[in-house]
């Protein structure tokens, strides 16, 4: 079994903007940056052949190019934070390629999760660190933003847990270089 996701990985210059940002949140658990991904799905754990039967079905899956950048941060967690994430801007091509991506995890008869997708970057596990010192970060770096970058390709990945870290590695990535139908 394989514990897997489907995600954008970003080119350097984008994953080294994000690492950017201080890393001073009492706490926190920042993600490193060759980790630093947007998922469009997880999948948890797959056999070999549910991995293939997902990957022939991704192959087939159309879709353009996307502009992206990022602007402000935010959390997840109202009352309690736990997640500090960079914002996407214009998150419409992101949905319509994850509304796509998950098509395609339903046609090689796998499952989706079922939450409302609100695509993210996670910089930082942010759970034990106190409120009132996220919302300090917040005001202070809030305002973050990168250039415009293009997104070519997403990847099936692997995700491997360690005691420190997960490590990602490719599976397979598939070029978005197609016109989508």
């Not at 799905?41 to 992206?68: K, Q, V």
């Not at 939450?115 to 993210?120: A, D, I, L, T, V």
């Not at 919302?135 to 847990?161: K, M, N, V």
Request: hydrophobic share 40%.
């Amino acid at each position: 079994m394989c514990r897997t996701f489907i995600a954008i990985q970003f080119p350097d210059h984008v994953a080294e903007q994000l690492c950017s940002l201080p890393q001073d949140l009492l706490m926190a658990k920042w993600v490193p940056q060759d980790n630093l991904h947007l998922t469009l799905e997880f999948l948890g754990d797959l056999n070999s052949r549910e991995i293939d039967d997902l990957m022939l079905a991704l192959g087939r899956l159309l879709h353009e190019p996307i502009t992206m950048r990022f602007s402000g941060l935010g959390v997840f967690g109202d009352d309690r934070p736990r997640t500090l994430y960079a914002n996407p801007v214009d998150a419409l091509p992101l949905i319509a390629l994850q509304t796509r991506v998950q098509a395609a995890v339903k046609r090689a008869g796998l499952q989706c999760k079922r939450r409302k997708y609100k695509p993210h970057t996670t910089l930082a596990k942010i759970g034990r660190t106190p409120g009132y010192m996220t919302g300090e970060y917040l005001e202070r770096e809030g305002a973050f933003r990168t250039d415009p970058f293009e997104i070519h390709e997403f990847s099936l990945l692997e995700s491997q847990l360690g005691n420190m870290v997960p490590v990602y590695s490719p599976i397979a990535i598939f070029p978005m270089l197609r016109k989508a139908a």
